[in-house]
């Protein structure tokens, strides 16, 4: 995956930024390594109060259980290497977003409705698969390119 200096930017500020991460991944390398570590899940509650989203649900995004998530969040550890990646992809997903659509607040609410290019489905719910993550990828990048369904 090749990631542009904006999109790395964009995905480290949609996580809390270096005061949340630690760091300032500057290219795939450097987030490959924080996946591997474990992103803090300060991280994970700062992508949540981005999107507005429930525990619920990102506990859902991040495939784990919503007690795993608060415990996670009370003793300020870091997500395993499997949910680091799933939340490393909504928030990739989310930078994408606000680059096709080019305005922060309609990208997060594109994310959160149906779309028809997605079967009726929200971008967000297919985000915890990476069969779901390639589908909404997929038709951002139609959209940017001016092809909508």
């Known amino acids: 995956m090749k990631l542009t200096p904006v999109q790395t930017t964009a995905i480290a500020e949609f996580l809390g930024g270096k005061s949340k991460l630690g760091e300032r991944p500057a290219n795939a390398a450097d987030w ?3 996946i ?3 992103i803090p899940a300060s991280s994970a509650e700062a992508l949540k109060g981005n999107l507005a989203v429930s525990d619920r649900v990102l506990a859902a995004l991040l495939g784990i259980s919503e007690k795993t998530l608060s415990r996670a969040r009370t003793a300020h550890t870091r997500l395993d290497p499997v949910s680091s990646d799933r939340l490393f992809r909504v928030a990739r997903i989310g930078a994408l977003a606000i680059e096709v659509l080019e305005d ?3 990208a997060f ?6 779309q028809i290019g997605l079967g009726g489905k929200a971008p967000l719910s297919l985000l915890g698969t990476d069969i779901g993550r390639d589908q909404v990828e997929k038709l ?3 959209i940017e390119h001016g092809v909508y369904t």
């Open 32 to 34: 490959q390594r924080v």
């Open 36 to 38: 591997e570590r474990g």
């Open 104 to 106: 922060r607040g309609r």
């Open 109 to 114: 609410g594109w994310l959160k409705c149906p």
């Open 140 to 142: 951002l990048l139609r």
